[in-house]
Protein backbone atom coordinates (compact mmCIF):
# COMPACT_ATOMS: atom_id res chain seq x y z
CA UNK A 1 0.00 0.00 0.00
CA UNK A 2 2.56 2.32 0.95
CA UNK A 3 5.93 1.61 -1.40
CA UNK A 4 5.78 4.25 -3.06
CA UNK A 5 5.48 7.05 -0.96
CA UNK A 6 7.73 4.33 2.11
CA UNK A 7 10.86 4.60 -1.45
CA UNK A 8 10.83 8.08 -1.69
CA UNK A 9 10.83 8.94 2.17
CA UNK A 10 13.91 6.36 1.96
CA UNK A 11 15.67 7.99 -0.34
CA UNK A 12 15.36 11.08 1.21
CA UNK A 13 16.78 10.48 4.38
CA UNK A 14 19.61 8.27 2.96
CA UNK A 15 20.73 11.47 0.91
CA UNK A 16 20.93 12.92 4.85
CA UNK A 17 23.59 10.23 6.12
CA UNK A 18 26.34 11.64 5.07
CA UNK A 19 25.29 15.12 6.23
CA UNK A 20 27.80 16.13 9.75
CA UNK A 21 25.28 18.82 10.28
CA UNK A 22 22.20 20.24 8.62
CA UNK A 23 22.00 23.58 7.19
CA UNK A 24 18.65 25.32 7.03
CA UNK A 25 18.90 24.78 3.17
CA UNK A 26 18.88 20.76 3.82
CA UNK A 27 16.21 21.30 6.32
CA UNK A 28 14.11 22.96 3.14
CA UNK A 29 15.62 20.70 0.90
CA UNK A 30 13.74 17.58 2.76
CA UNK A 31 10.76 19.01 3.50
CA UNK A 32 10.17 19.63 0.00
CA UNK A 33 11.02 16.05 -0.65
CA UNK A 34 8.50 15.11 1.65
CA UNK A 35 5.83 17.09 0.64
CA UNK A 36 6.22 15.69 -2.98
CA UNK A 37 6.14 12.00 -1.84
CA UNK A 38 2.92 13.15 0.25
CA UNK A 39 1.44 14.48 -2.22
CA UNK A 40 2.83 11.39 -4.75
CA UNK A 41 0.54 9.31 -2.50
CA UNK A 42 -2.65 11.38 -2.64
CA UNK A 43 -2.25 12.59 0.32
CA UNK A 44 -5.02 15.30 0.82
CA UNK A 45 -3.67 18.82 0.46
CA UNK A 46 -4.33 19.93 4.09
CA UNK A 47 -2.58 17.41 5.61
CA UNK A 48 0.60 17.75 3.41
CA UNK A 49 0.64 21.03 4.49
CA UNK A 50 0.15 20.64 7.94
CA UNK A 51 2.20 17.93 8.17
CA UNK A 52 5.61 19.61 6.45
CA UNK A 53 4.88 22.67 8.67
CA UNK A 54 5.79 20.70 11.54
CA UNK A 55 8.65 18.46 10.38
CA UNK A 56 9.75 22.01 9.55
CA UNK A 57 9.72 23.41 12.69
CA UNK A 58 10.87 20.60 14.55
CA UNK A 59 13.96 19.80 12.25
CA UNK A 60 15.03 23.67 12.87
CA UNK A 61 14.56 23.10 16.90
CA UNK A 62 17.58 22.31 19.40
CA UNK A 63 17.18 18.20 19.23
CA UNK A 64 18.24 18.29 15.27
CA UNK A 65 20.99 20.85 15.69
CA UNK A 66 22.42 19.64 18.80
CA UNK A 67 22.12 16.02 18.30
CA UNK A 68 25.07 13.83 16.66
CA UNK A 69 23.35 12.33 13.87
CA UNK A 70 21.01 15.18 12.91
CA UNK A 71 19.62 12.44 10.03
CA UNK A 72 18.75 10.30 12.58
CA UNK A 73 17.18 12.85 14.48
CA UNK A 74 14.85 14.44 11.60
CA UNK A 75 14.15 10.34 10.28
CA UNK A 76 12.78 10.52 14.50
CA UNK A 77 10.72 13.47 13.82
CA UNK A 78 8.95 12.23 10.67
CA UNK A 79 8.45 8.83 12.22
CA UNK A 80 6.31 10.82 15.36
CA UNK A 81 4.64 12.70 12.99
CA UNK A 82 3.19 10.32 11.30
CA UNK A 83 2.35 8.43 14.15
CA UNK A 84 0.61 11.49 15.51
CA UNK A 85 -1.35 12.15 12.08
CA UNK A 86 -2.34 8.30 12.14
CA UNK A 87 -3.70 8.95 15.22
CA UNK A 88 -1.03 8.89 18.47
CA UNK A 89 -2.26 5.90 20.03
CA UNK A 90 -4.38 2.65 19.27
CA UNK A 91 -7.88 3.35 20.05
CA UNK A 92 -9.94 0.55 21.55
CA UNK A 93 -13.81 -0.57 21.43
CA UNK A 94 -15.54 0.98 23.88
CA UNK A 95 -17.54 -2.00 25.46
CA UNK A 96 -21.62 -1.10 27.03
CA UNK A 97 -21.60 -1.55 30.84
CA UNK A 98 -24.99 -4.01 30.44
CA UNK A 99 -24.79 -6.11 26.95
CA UNK A 100 -24.66 -5.86 24.27
CA UNK A 101 -22.38 -3.84 23.25
CA UNK A 102 -23.83 -2.08 19.90
CA UNK A 103 -21.54 -1.54 16.60
CA UNK A 104 -22.87 -0.02 13.91
CA UNK A 105 -21.21 -0.10 10.20
CA UNK A 106 -21.46 2.47 7.77
CA UNK A 107 -20.05 3.40 4.30
CA UNK A 108 -20.00 3.48 0.71
CA UNK A 109 -21.50 0.58 -1.79
CA UNK A 110 -17.94 -1.30 -2.52
CA UNK A 111 -16.04 -0.46 0.83
CA UNK A 112 -16.31 -3.99 1.95
CA UNK A 113 -18.49 -3.52 4.96
CA UNK A 114 -20.54 -7.23 4.98
CA UNK A 115 -16.65 -9.00 4.96
CA UNK A 116 -15.65 -6.77 7.14
CA UNK A 117 -18.39 -7.45 9.63
CA UNK A 118 -17.67 -11.04 9.53
CA UNK A 119 -13.64 -10.35 10.34
CA UNK A 120 -14.78 -7.99 13.36
CA UNK A 121 -17.06 -11.01 14.45
CA UNK A 122 -14.15 -13.49 14.26
CA UNK A 123 -11.88 -10.97 15.68
CA UNK A 124 -13.74 -10.34 18.81
CA UNK A 125 -14.68 -14.09 18.81
CA UNK A 126 -11.37 -14.57 19.29
CA UNK A 127 -10.86 -12.74 22.63
CA UNK A 128 -14.02 -14.65 24.12
CA UNK A 129 -16.72 -12.72 23.34
CA UNK A 130 -19.62 -14.18 22.09
CA UNK A 131 -21.41 -11.32 19.27
CA UNK A 132 -24.09 -11.31 16.67
CA UNK A 133 -24.03 -10.43 12.83
CA UNK A 134 -27.02 -8.32 12.15
CA UNK A 135 -28.47 -8.08 8.30
CA UNK A 136 -29.67 -5.18 8.10
CA UNK A 137 -28.75 -4.16 4.38
CA UNK A 138 -31.98 -5.10 2.65
CA UNK A 139 -31.16 -3.22 -0.47
CA UNK A 140 -27.86 -4.94 -2.20
CA UNK A 141 -28.82 -7.82 -4.11
CA UNK A 142 -28.22 -11.22 -2.03
CA UNK A 143 -26.73 -8.88 0.81
CA UNK A 144 -28.27 -11.02 3.50
CA UNK A 145 -27.39 -14.25 1.85
CA UNK A 146 -23.65 -12.82 1.74
CA UNK A 147 -23.89 -11.74 5.76
CA UNK A 148 -25.07 -15.68 6.18
CA UNK A 149 -22.06 -17.15 4.79
CA UNK A 150 -19.73 -15.03 6.21
CA UNK A 151 -21.16 -15.20 9.64
CA UNK A 152 -20.87 -19.24 9.44
CA UNK A 153 -17.32 -18.90 8.02
CA UNK A 154 -16.56 -16.91 10.93
CA UNK A 155 -18.47 -19.32 13.69
CA UNK A 156 -20.31 -16.61 14.49
CA UNK A 157 -24.75 -16.69 14.96
CA UNK A 158 -26.57 -14.20 12.44
CA UNK A 159 -30.12 -12.23 12.63
CA UNK A 160 -31.72 -12.38 9.36
CA UNK A 161 -36.02 -12.42 9.47
CA UNK A 162 -36.12 -10.56 6.39
CA UNK A 163 -35.11 -12.01 2.41
CA UNK A 164 -33.74 -8.53 1.67
CA UNK A 165 -33.40 -7.62 -2.33
CA UNK A 166 -35.07 -4.83 -1.12
CA UNK A 167 -38.03 -6.12 1.12
CA UNK A 168 -38.48 -5.18 4.45
CA UNK A 169 -37.32 -2.85 6.92
CA UNK A 170 -33.96 -2.41 7.98
CA UNK A 171 -35.06 -0.18 10.79
CA UNK A 172 -37.06 -2.62 12.44
CA UNK A 173 -34.75 -5.29 12.07
CA UNK A 174 -32.15 -3.72 13.64
CA UNK A 175 -34.18 -2.76 16.49
CA UNK A 176 -35.48 -6.01 17.10
CA UNK A 177 -32.09 -7.25 17.13
CA UNK A 178 -31.55 -6.20 20.24
CA UNK A 179 -34.23 -8.20 22.00
CA UNK A 180 -33.02 -10.90 20.24
CA UNK A 181 -29.72 -10.58 21.22
CA UNK A 182 -29.95 -10.42 25.37
CA UNK A 183 -32.70 -13.45 24.91
CA UNK A 184 -29.61 -15.44 23.10
CA UNK A 185 -26.85 -14.08 25.76
CA UNK A 186 -24.92 -12.00 22.87
CA UNK A 187 -22.60 -9.78 24.43
CA UNK A 188 -22.01 -8.00 21.07
CA UNK A 189 -24.16 -7.08 17.85
CA UNK A 190 -22.69 -5.79 14.58
CA UNK A 191 -25.45 -4.46 12.32
CA UNK A 192 -24.37 -4.32 8.58
CA UNK A 193 -26.11 -1.46 6.96
CA UNK A 194 -26.50 -0.43 3.08
CA UNK A 195 -23.94 1.06 1.20
CA UNK A 196 -24.74 4.43 -0.70
CA UNK A 197 -23.31 4.72 -4.60
CA UNK A 198 -22.22 8.25 -3.19
CA UNK A 199 -23.78 10.55 -1.01
CA UNK A 200 -27.48 9.32 -1.33
CA UNK A 201 -29.72 11.02 0.95
CA UNK A 202 -32.38 8.61 1.18
CA UNK A 203 -30.24 6.03 2.25
CA UNK A 204 -28.53 8.59 4.55
CA UNK A 205 -31.24 9.34 6.35
CA UNK A 206 -31.60 5.43 6.87
CA UNK A 207 -28.70 5.31 8.37
CA UNK A 208 -29.64 8.20 10.86
CA UNK A 209 -32.77 5.95 11.63
CA UNK A 210 -31.21 2.83 12.56
CA UNK A 211 -28.92 4.92 14.95
CA UNK A 212 -31.26 6.49 16.22
CA UNK A 213 -33.50 3.25 16.86
CA UNK A 214 -30.39 1.00 18.94
CA UNK A 215 -28.20 4.17 19.94
CA UNK A 216 -25.08 2.03 19.29
CA UNK A 217 -22.11 2.08 21.68
CA UNK A 218 -19.80 2.76 18.37
CA UNK A 219 -20.55 4.00 14.83
CA UNK A 220 -17.96 2.47 12.46
CA UNK A 221 -17.22 3.92 9.16
CA UNK A 222 -15.60 1.44 6.54
CA UNK A 223 -14.02 3.43 3.68
CA UNK A 224 -11.69 1.45 0.85
CA UNK A 225 -8.40 2.86 1.33
CA UNK A 226 -8.05 2.72 -2.11
CA UNK A 227 -9.86 5.83 -3.50
CA UNK A 228 -7.42 8.07 -2.50
CA UNK A 229 -8.46 11.68 -1.06
CA UNK A 230 -12.04 11.05 -2.39
CA UNK A 231 -12.24 9.34 0.95
CA UNK A 232 -12.41 12.75 2.71
CA UNK A 233 -15.06 14.18 1.21
CA UNK A 234 -17.04 10.69 1.73
CA UNK A 235 -16.06 10.85 5.79
CA UNK A 236 -16.92 14.36 6.03
CA UNK A 237 -20.31 13.78 4.16
CA UNK A 238 -20.87 11.01 6.71
CA UNK A 239 -19.59 13.08 9.70
CA UNK A 240 -22.28 15.60 8.76
CA UNK A 241 -25.32 12.91 7.93
CA UNK A 242 -24.93 10.26 10.18
CA UNK A 243 -21.74 10.73 12.72
CA UNK A 244 -19.50 8.49 13.68
CA UNK A 245 -17.02 7.54 16.19
CA UNK A 246 -14.43 5.43 14.33
CA UNK A 247 -12.52 4.53 10.82
CA UNK A 248 -12.50 1.00 9.84
CA UNK A 249 -9.20 0.69 6.46
CA UNK A 250 -10.25 -1.95 4.04
CA UNK A 251 -7.80 -3.00 1.58
CA UNK A 252 -4.58 -2.42 2.64
CA UNK A 253 -3.42 -4.72 0.57
CA UNK A 254 -3.97 -3.35 -2.09
CA UNK A 255 -1.46 -1.70 -4.98
CA UNK A 256 -3.64 1.97 -4.14
CA UNK A 257 -1.04 4.57 -2.66
CA UNK A 258 -2.41 4.95 0.37
CA UNK A 259 -3.17 8.63 0.82
CA UNK A 260 -6.64 7.64 3.01
CA UNK A 261 -5.46 6.30 5.86
CA UNK A 262 -3.19 9.56 6.28
CA UNK A 263 -5.76 11.73 5.55
CA UNK A 264 -9.30 10.83 7.07
CA UNK A 265 -8.04 10.80 10.77
CA UNK A 266 -6.63 14.28 10.10
CA UNK A 267 -9.62 15.96 8.69
CA UNK A 268 -12.40 14.20 10.45
CA UNK A 269 -10.58 14.05 14.10
CA UNK A 270 -11.69 10.29 14.55
CA UNK A 271 -9.40 7.80 14.88
CA UNK A 272 -8.71 5.01 12.92
CA UNK A 273 -9.92 1.68 15.22
CA UNK A 274 -9.27 -1.32 12.69
CA UNK A 275 -7.20 -2.38 9.40
CA UNK A 276 -8.24 -5.37 7.03
CA UNK A 277 -4.90 -6.09 5.00
CA UNK A 278 -6.58 -8.72 3.37
CA UNK A 279 -9.19 -11.48 1.47
CA UNK A 280 -9.46 -13.97 4.05
CA UNK A 281 -11.24 -13.04 7.96
CA UNK A 282 -8.13 -13.44 9.29
CA UNK A 283 -6.74 -10.42 7.31
CA UNK A 284 -8.18 -7.79 9.94
CA UNK A 285 -6.00 -6.48 13.30
CA UNK A 286 -6.18 -3.57 15.39
CA UNK A 287 -4.59 -0.31 13.42
CA UNK A 288 -1.67 0.49 15.52
CA UNK A 289 -0.45 4.15 14.44
CA UNK A 290 3.14 3.57 15.52
CA UNK A 291 3.47 0.10 14.08
CA UNK A 292 1.87 1.86 10.41
CA UNK A 293 4.82 4.97 10.40
CA UNK A 294 7.13 2.56 11.53
CA UNK A 295 6.63 0.46 8.01
CA UNK A 296 6.13 3.58 5.99
CA UNK A 297 9.74 4.60 7.17
CA UNK A 298 11.11 0.79 5.90
CA UNK A 299 11.72 0.58 10.01
CA UNK A 300 10.07 -3.24 10.04
CA UNK A 301 6.68 -4.41 12.07
CA UNK A 302 8.19 -6.92 14.52
CA UNK A 303 5.69 -6.68 16.94
CA UNK A 304 2.98 -7.56 14.68
CA UNK A 305 4.77 -10.11 13.32
CA UNK A 306 5.68 -11.54 16.71
CA UNK A 307 1.67 -11.48 17.33
CA UNK A 308 1.18 -13.34 14.48
CA UNK A 309 3.39 -16.14 15.30
CA UNK A 310 1.82 -16.25 19.03
CA UNK A 311 -1.31 -16.65 17.62
CA UNK A 312 -0.26 -19.51 15.29
CA UNK A 313 2.22 -21.67 17.06
CA UNK A 314 1.09 -23.67 19.90
CA UNK A 315 3.27 -22.72 22.94
CA UNK A 316 3.60 -26.94 24.40
CA UNK A 317 4.53 -27.73 20.48
CA UNK A 318 7.00 -25.22 20.67
CA UNK A 319 8.50 -26.43 23.56
CA UNK A 320 8.40 -30.19 22.56
CA UNK A 321 10.38 -28.92 19.34
CA UNK A 322 12.77 -26.82 21.27
CA UNK A 323 13.04 -29.87 23.67
CA UNK A 324 14.13 -32.34 20.87
CA UNK A 325 16.59 -29.82 19.34
CA UNK A 326 18.62 -29.44 22.87
CA UNK A 327 18.35 -32.84 23.64
CA UNK A 328 20.00 -33.92 20.07
CA UNK A 329 17.40 -36.38 19.06
CA UNK A 330 17.64 -35.18 15.97
CA UNK A 331 15.44 -32.94 13.52
CA UNK A 332 13.22 -35.37 11.18
CA UNK A 333 11.79 -34.27 7.81
CA UNK A 334 8.37 -35.17 9.60
CA UNK A 335 9.23 -31.83 11.86
CA UNK A 336 10.02 -29.69 9.19
CA UNK A 337 7.04 -30.18 7.64
CA UNK A 338 5.26 -29.29 10.67
CA UNK A 339 7.12 -26.10 11.76
CA UNK A 340 6.65 -25.40 7.74
CA UNK A 341 2.76 -25.69 8.07
CA UNK A 342 3.08 -23.88 11.45
CA UNK A 343 5.11 -20.51 9.32
CA UNK A 344 2.42 -20.58 6.11
CA UNK A 345 -0.58 -20.41 8.50
CA UNK A 346 0.55 -16.52 10.29
CA UNK A 347 0.43 -15.79 6.50
CA UNK A 348 2.10 -15.25 3.06
CA UNK A 349 5.30 -15.27 3.32
CA UNK A 350 6.40 -12.17 1.30
CA UNK A 351 4.08 -10.18 3.93
CA UNK A 352 5.97 -11.65 6.60
CA UNK A 353 9.42 -11.14 5.76
CA UNK A 354 7.89 -7.38 4.70
CA UNK A 355 7.70 -7.09 8.43
CA UNK A 356 11.65 -7.04 8.73
CA UNK A 357 13.03 -3.90 9.11
CA UNK A 358 14.92 -2.27 6.10
CA UNK A 359 13.06 -4.98 3.57
CA UNK A 360 11.91 -2.49 1.70
CA UNK A 361 14.90 -2.09 0.10
CA UNK A 362 14.43 -5.71 -1.00
CA UNK A 363 10.97 -5.22 -2.34
CA UNK A 364 11.97 -6.78 -5.75
CA UNK A 365 13.20 -9.71 -4.53
CA UNK A 366 10.50 -10.49 -1.86
CA UNK A 367 7.99 -10.03 -5.27
CA UNK A 368 9.62 -12.93 -6.33
CA UNK A 369 9.01 -15.29 -3.32
CA UNK A 370 5.69 -17.69 -4.31
CA UNK A 371 3.80 -19.18 -1.54
CA UNK A 372 3.45 -22.15 -3.94
CA UNK A 373 7.02 -23.25 -3.57
CA UNK A 374 6.18 -23.83 0.08
CA UNK A 375 3.56 -26.27 -1.25
CA UNK A 376 5.55 -28.09 -3.14
CA UNK A 377 8.03 -29.09 -0.70
CA UNK A 378 5.18 -30.38 1.18
CA UNK A 379 3.62 -32.55 -0.70
CA UNK A 380 7.42 -33.89 -1.75
CA UNK A 381 7.64 -34.55 2.25
CA UNK A 382 3.57 -35.97 2.39
CA UNK A 383 4.74 -37.97 -0.44
CA UNK A 384 7.30 -40.06 1.70
CA UNK A 385 6.81 -42.87 4.07
CA UNK A 386 6.95 -42.43 7.56
CA UNK A 387 10.50 -44.31 7.85
CA UNK A 388 11.91 -41.91 4.67
CA UNK A 389 10.70 -39.15 6.46
CA UNK A 390 12.07 -39.88 10.22
CA UNK A 391 15.57 -41.01 8.20
CA UNK A 392 16.29 -39.63 4.81
CA UNK A 393 19.13 -41.08 4.43
CA UNK A 394 17.30 -44.04 3.07
CA UNK A 395 16.20 -41.89 0.50
CA UNK A 396 18.09 -43.85 -2.40
CA UNK A 397 17.41 -43.73 -6.32
CA UNK A 398 14.15 -45.17 -6.75
CA UNK A 399 12.83 -43.98 -4.11
CA UNK A 400 13.51 -40.23 -4.81
CA UNK A 401 11.52 -41.66 -8.22
CA UNK A 402 8.74 -42.68 -6.88
CA UNK A 403 8.23 -39.73 -4.08
CA UNK A 404 8.78 -37.26 -7.45
CA UNK A 405 5.77 -38.55 -9.12
CA UNK A 406 4.15 -39.03 -6.17
CA UNK A 407 3.76 -35.39 -5.56
CA UNK A 408 4.15 -34.00 -9.27
CA UNK A 409 7.77 -33.05 -9.52
CA UNK A 410 10.62 -33.39 -10.46
CA UNK A 411 13.44 -35.65 -9.10
CA UNK A 412 15.91 -32.78 -9.36
CA UNK A 413 13.49 -31.12 -6.50
CA UNK A 414 13.49 -33.96 -4.41
CA UNK A 415 17.33 -34.26 -4.82
CA UNK A 416 17.68 -30.68 -3.76
CA UNK A 417 15.19 -31.08 -1.19
CA UNK A 418 17.26 -33.83 0.40
CA UNK A 419 20.46 -32.13 0.34
CA UNK A 420 18.81 -28.86 1.87
CA UNK A 421 17.58 -30.64 4.87
CA UNK A 422 20.93 -32.70 5.38
CA UNK A 423 22.69 -28.87 5.62
CA UNK A 424 20.02 -27.71 7.60
CA UNK A 425 20.63 -30.64 9.95
CA UNK A 426 24.31 -30.28 10.18
CA UNK A 427 23.69 -26.86 11.06
CA UNK A 428 21.27 -27.81 13.99
CA UNK A 429 23.83 -30.28 15.32
CA UNK A 430 27.01 -27.54 15.20
CA UNK A 431 24.88 -24.90 17.19
CA UNK A 432 23.41 -28.04 19.30
CA UNK A 433 26.82 -29.10 20.16
CA UNK A 434 28.37 -25.39 20.95
CA UNK A 435 29.15 -24.72 17.30
CA UNK A 436 32.89 -25.88 19.06
CA UNK A 437 33.27 -22.49 20.96
CA UNK A 438 35.17 -23.31 24.52
CA UNK A 439 33.00 -23.15 27.22
CA UNK A 440 29.90 -24.06 25.38
CA UNK A 441 27.82 -27.06 26.45
CA UNK A 442 28.83 -30.21 24.53
CA UNK A 443 31.56 -27.80 22.04
CA UNK A 444 33.84 -30.05 20.80
CA UNK A 445 37.31 -28.43 21.78
CA UNK A 446 35.51 -28.65 24.70
CA UNK A 447 35.51 -32.29 24.92
CA UNK A 448 38.79 -32.58 23.62
CA UNK A 449 40.47 -30.85 26.11
CA UNK A 450 38.13 -32.91 28.67
CA UNK A 451 39.50 -36.18 26.69
CA UNK A 452 43.61 -34.29 26.52
CA UNK A 453 42.93 -33.27 30.66
CA UNK A 454 42.57 -37.57 31.55
CA UNK A 455 46.00 -38.02 29.92
CA UNK A 456 48.79 -37.97 31.25
CA UNK A 457 50.95 -34.84 30.79
CA UNK A 458 54.80 -34.04 30.46
CA UNK A 459 56.06 -32.09 32.91
CA UNK A 460 58.06 -29.08 31.66
CA UNK A 461 61.89 -28.66 33.27
CA UNK A 462 61.13 -25.31 34.08
CA UNK A 463 59.81 -25.13 37.86
CA UNK A 464 57.88 -22.01 37.31
CA UNK A 465 55.85 -23.76 33.88
CA UNK A 466 55.84 -27.10 36.30
CA UNK A 467 54.12 -24.83 39.51
CA UNK A 468 51.42 -23.59 37.11
CA UNK A 469 50.70 -26.42 35.41
CA UNK A 470 50.45 -28.32 38.47
CA UNK A 471 48.32 -25.87 40.19
CA UNK A 472 45.92 -25.60 37.14
CA UNK A 473 45.05 -29.26 36.71
CA UNK A 474 44.77 -29.53 40.81
CA UNK A 475 45.34 -33.34 40.30
CA UNK A 476 43.25 -36.48 38.33
CA UNK A 477 39.31 -35.59 39.13
CA UNK A 478 39.46 -32.27 40.45
CA UNK A 479 38.31 -29.22 38.80
CA UNK A 480 41.46 -26.45 38.23
CA UNK A 481 42.32 -24.04 40.48
CA UNK A 482 44.30 -21.18 38.65
CA UNK A 483 43.93 -19.30 41.69
CA UNK A 484 46.62 -21.63 43.77
CA UNK A 485 48.55 -21.78 41.11
CA UNK A 486 49.22 -17.92 40.56
CA UNK A 487 49.38 -18.52 44.46
CA UNK A 488 52.43 -20.10 44.38
CA UNK A 489 54.11 -17.45 41.85
CA UNK A 490 55.43 -15.02 44.08
CA UNK A 491 56.33 -11.58 42.52
CA UNK A 492 60.04 -12.81 42.39
CA UNK A 493 59.32 -16.43 40.27
CA UNK A 494 57.85 -14.08 37.48
CA UNK A 495 58.94 -13.87 33.86
CA UNK A 496 61.69 -10.97 34.01
CA UNK A 497 59.35 -7.30 33.40
CA UNK A 498 55.62 -8.91 34.53
CA UNK A 499 54.62 -7.40 37.51
CA UNK A 500 51.49 -8.13 39.41
CA UNK A 501 48.77 -5.15 39.37
CA UNK A 502 48.83 -3.10 43.20
CA UNK A 503 46.74 -4.80 45.66
CA UNK A 504 46.06 -7.61 43.60
CA UNK A 505 46.45 -11.05 45.68
CA UNK A 506 46.94 -14.10 43.60
CA UNK A 507 45.83 -17.01 45.98
CA UNK A 508 41.94 -15.31 45.83
CA UNK A 509 41.35 -14.97 42.56
CA UNK A 510 38.52 -17.16 41.27
CA UNK A 511 37.24 -17.80 37.71
CA UNK A 512 33.57 -17.47 37.19
CA UNK A 513 31.83 -20.50 38.60
CA UNK A 514 34.53 -21.33 40.84
CA UNK A 515 34.03 -21.82 44.59
Avoid: W
Wanted: glycine share 10%; net charge positive.
Amino acid sequence: MFETLSDRLTSVFSSLRSKGRLSDADIDATCREIRIALLEADVALPVVKTFVAQVKERARGAEVSQALNPAQQVVKIVNDELIEILGGETRRLRLAKNPPTVIMLAGLQGAGKTTLAGKLARHLREQNHVPLLVAADLQRPNAVQQLSVVAERAGVAVYAPEPGNGVGDPVAVARQSIDHARRQQHDIVIIDTAGRLGIDQELMKQAADIRDAVSPDEVLFVVDAMIGQDAVSTAQAFMEGVGFDGVVLTKLDGDARGGAALSVRHITGKPIMFASTGEKLEDFDAFHPDRMASRILDMGDILTLIEQAQKTFDEQEAARMAGKLTSGEGFTLEDFLEQMMMVRKMGPIKNLLGMMPGMGQMRDQLNQIDDRDLDRVAAIIRSMTPAERADPKIIKGSRRERIAKGSGVTVTEVNNLVVRFFEAQKMMKRVTSGMGIPGMPGGRKAKAAQKKAGKGRRVSGDPRKAALAKGASGGAGKSPDLGGALGNLGAGQLPPGIELPPGFDPSKFKFPGQK
